[in-house]
């Protein structure tokens, strides 16, 4: 009883030092040598500041910027230390209700575009902070981004078509477009009329 | 998406680890069944020097009772030692750059009462969670814990829970083949760890950093948005160590809150399939495993066969049912498209089907799409797979879970032509059946219990999040989750207050302890008994009519245990009606 009471306890010594120590000082010194970009969280800088991470969403709401995916994390959406889905199910009257409302919003806000809204665009991610959004979802805005930015919808498509993103197609990964990215290219091809 | 393409994804995520089970199958079998003889040879030289440091020169052979209490010893004092962890984070100095404070005091909220303050449920139900290697998280990871706390709690033990699963399991196949001793378990858990587990979560851990995954001791990043210049406080931290750990262990608790449908635990398509490979990875390779230490890899092909085709089934249901739009676009100006909430863009609908049934069929129980969100039928699919909770299941776990079925299945053969029913050449009688039975009624049990008594009370009725019976749903998967060691939610439920932390958290630990110590003493007994010869009256448990046989039983003893569950929730859900909010 006591010998293996003192056996737990020093099994429980070598397997922490192992688990808990050794394994996640190996991982960090191999990942910072290897991938230093990626483990600090692929930050991006613009001027010497941080502005995001290419992989969390942030909030763009502006008519010369293409906006995200709607989100559910923290009060007011894209609340980075607080991810978070919308957990609603698909017969939920609240869920309906939100969609109706972000459909209309979008449709007043993107008046040039006739087509059906994309499901991404009214449709919150499991994380709140999808980095991405789905190509019709960029194509969808093109024509509100081109007409605030005073340059022709097909010059934004093209810019568009030259930013999808098809890594892992061989693997049954859907195309899509880094917002963050985006607007930040957009920021620097096309800088917005000054008022 | 080009419907042609619907099906790579599944295709790459099930071959991969079918081809790569086998040899390293056959790896585990030499790293861990290794005889008096050669131990401390070549690689065993590590576990065997970790053996020395607790004063065994050389492995002892244990009886099933000495092991079984080998390993409850072991595990209590985990629970222990982590318990005083997780209790006093805030008022350890280490590895806490955005000051946590204590995991006690979160309060909680029930409906739209608050409760503040002190609520030592929640230390209980995640020390509880983590032990039992399910998972179920009431808390949310980047908010709640600090760095310390993620790695010395929650990665110690994802890796040494798993490595008890294996520990068991291993002690069990010695029984079955008619060992003299079970093993040490101490020796078996120094090797799972060092040998198996270990090595393949370093490489799988660097190669999700290349992908993407963050893995730095630095405080949450601070970013200035480019609309609006607002302030974003972006959280990080050693996060690939842990879910590298957290995908090959069947643990699948994320560092954050939404586990993997945070793009910091999954950035891009690569990573999604590093992570679901490696799910299902050391579970389908302990199967091959088996098969050549029992020396009879035809009959473990057998059960390998009948868990992945009863995964193959829910895996095409789940992703033709969420192929359909969602019931609440009907007849909006919205594209025609797959259900997207609660999905991320980079996976889609497919990745994110495939994934909810690979983790429920395995007890890892991660997730990259929110299953509260999924449609109805999609979401049955993960729930019925936890209910089998013999489809892989947990490293180890899963193997005890099936033996308990081939156990009820000889016996019903053996009833159906009239012999004592044998199995792996020994006489199986009274007692090992009762004790099957026990095993196998004890799960339904546990669900249909909790899951009936949270929906006639306010336990359950004020913590729901969706109305009508979806809430239901919610609270079935909630108690079938832990039962089955899962840890997979419908995370829409207000699961972090007493009632749930303290409810959960008891049948956390009775879903896991008696699901391995009743197989293994079903083994002890196995292994005590005569080798009776082999005639061609034997009922021979490597063939096709055998398999049929396991899989009748085990869809038998399901659908009877939760079919009336699984129509009061998700299948009326299917068919209920959109209601339009109240006028």
């Known amino acids: 009883m006591i010998r293996e009471t003192v056996s737990a306890i020093v099994g429980c010594a070598i397997t922490f030092v192992i688990c808990a120590v050794a394994y996640p000082l190996a991982v960090w010194v191999i990942g910072w040598t290897i991938f230093p970009r990626q483990a600090a969280g692929s930050l991006i800088e613009r001027d010497g500041k941080v502005v995001g991470s290419e992989l969390i969403a942030q909030p763009f709401s502006s008519e010369k910027y293409f906006q995200p995916r709607p989100s559910a994390a923290g009060a007011n959406g894209y609340a980075a230390d607080a991810a978070s889905g919308s957990n609603l199910g698909t017969k939920n009257p609240a869920l309906r209700e939100r969609i109706s409302g972000d459909v209309a919003k979008l449709q007043e806000a993107n008046l040039q575009e006739k087509e059906p809204v994309p499901a991404d665009l009214v449709t919150t991610s499991g994380s709140g902070l999808d980095p991405n959004i789905s190509v019709e979802g960029a194509r969808y805005q093109a024509a509100r981004v081109a007409a605030a930015r005073g340059v022709t919808k097909d010059k934004i498509r093209a810019f568009i078509d030259d930013r999808i993103n098809t890594s892992g197609a061989i693997i049954g990964a859907p195309a899509r477009v880094n917002v963050l990215q985006l607007n930040l290219d957009l920021d620097r091809d096309f800088p917005a009329p000054v008022k | ?583």
């Open chain 2, 1 to 583: 998406m080009d419907s042609t393409l619907t099906w790579l994804h599944p295709a790459w995520a099930l071959a991969i680890p079918i081809v790569l089970s086998f040899p390293l199958g056959w790896l585990m079998f030499r790293a861990l069944d290794i005889s008096a003889a050669n131990a401390g040879k070549g690689f065993d030289a590590i576990p065997m020097l970790l053996l020395r440091l607790l004063g065994r020169k050389t492995p002892v052979g244990m009886s099933w009772k000495r092991y079984a209490f080998s390993m409850l010893t072991f595990n209590l004092a985990l629970f222990v030692i982590t318990f005083a962890l997780l209790y006093t984070q805030h008022k350890i100095p280490a590895l806490n750059p955005d000051h946590k404070g204590s995991l006690g005091e979160l309060g909680y909220k029930i409906g739209d009462d608050d409760h503040p303050g002190a609520d030592t449920g929640v230390v209980f139900n995640t020390v509880c969670s983590f032990v039992t290697n399910t998972n179920l998280q009431h808390y949310s990871g980047e908010q709640h814990l600090s760095y310390f706390s993620q790695l010395a709690a929650i990665v110690w033990l994802m890796f040494v829970t798993p490595a008890s699963g294996l520990c068991v399991m291993l002690a069990t196949l010695r029984g079955l083949r008619g060992d003299k001793d079970l093993g040490d378990f101490y020796a078996d858990l120094f090797r799972g760890l060092a040998s198996v587990i270990m090595p393949y979560c370093l490489i799988v851990a660097v190669l999700l950093v290349g992908t993407g995954v963050p893995m730095t001791f630095e405080g949450a990043a601070t970013a200035t948005t480019l609309d609006g210049a607002s302030t974003q406080t972006i959280a990080r931290g050693p996060v690939a160590a842990l879910v590298a750990i957290k995908q090959a262990g069947t643990n699948g608790g994320g560092f954050f809150g939404p586990n993997s449908t945070h793009p910091f635990e999954n950035p891009s398509p690569w990573s999604n399939m590093l992570s679901i490979v490696s799910i299902v990875m050391l579970p389908m390779a302990s199967m091959i495993m088996a098969g050549f230490m029992l020396r009879n890899l035809k009959h473990a092909l057998v059960l390998y066969g009948v868990m992945l085709a009863l995964l193959v089934v829910g895996l095409i249901v789940g992703v033709n049912a969420e192929m359909a739009p969602s019931a609440a676009v009907r007849d909006l100006p919205v594209a025609v498209s797959p259900n997207m909430e609660g999905k991320e863009v980079r996976f889609g609908p497919v990745a994110s089907a495939t994934w909810a049934s690979i983790t429920t069929a395995t007890s890892n129980g991660s997730v990259n799409s929110m299953h509260d969100s999924l449609n109805p039928i999609a979401g049955a699919v993960p729930m019925t797979l936890m209910m089998l909770n013999v489809v892989f299941s947990g490293i180890g776990a899963g193997f005890e879970n099936m033996l308990m079925y081939v156990i009820i299945a000889v016996f019903i053969a053996g009833l159906m032509v009239g012999r004592t029913p044998e199995y792996l050449g020994k006489k199986v009688e009274a007692k090992e059946v009762k004790l099957a039975m026990i095993a196998v009624l004890f799960h339904p049990l546990l669900i249909c219990v909790g899951a009936g008594l949270f929906a006639a009370t306010e336990w359950g009725q004020k913590t729901v999040a969706n109305p009508g019976s979806h809430g239901f749903s919610e609270i079935l998967y909630e108690f079938t989750s832990a039962a089955a060691n899962n840890g997979s939610g419908f995370e829409g439920l207000g699961d972090n207050n007493p009632a749930w932390n303290i409810a959960t958290g008891i049948v956390l630990l009775l879903g896991r302890f008696p699901a391995l110590i009743l197989p293994l003493a079903v083994a002890g007994c196995l292994a005590q008994k005569k080798r009776v010869p082999e005639t061609t009256g034997t009922l021979r448990t490597d063939n096709l009519t055998f398999a049929g046989m396991l899989v009748g039983t085990v869809l038998l003893v399901g659908a009877l245990s939760f079919m009336p569950a699984v129509v009061l929730g998700p299948v009326a859900d299917h068919l209920a009606e959109v209601k339009t909010a109240a006028k």
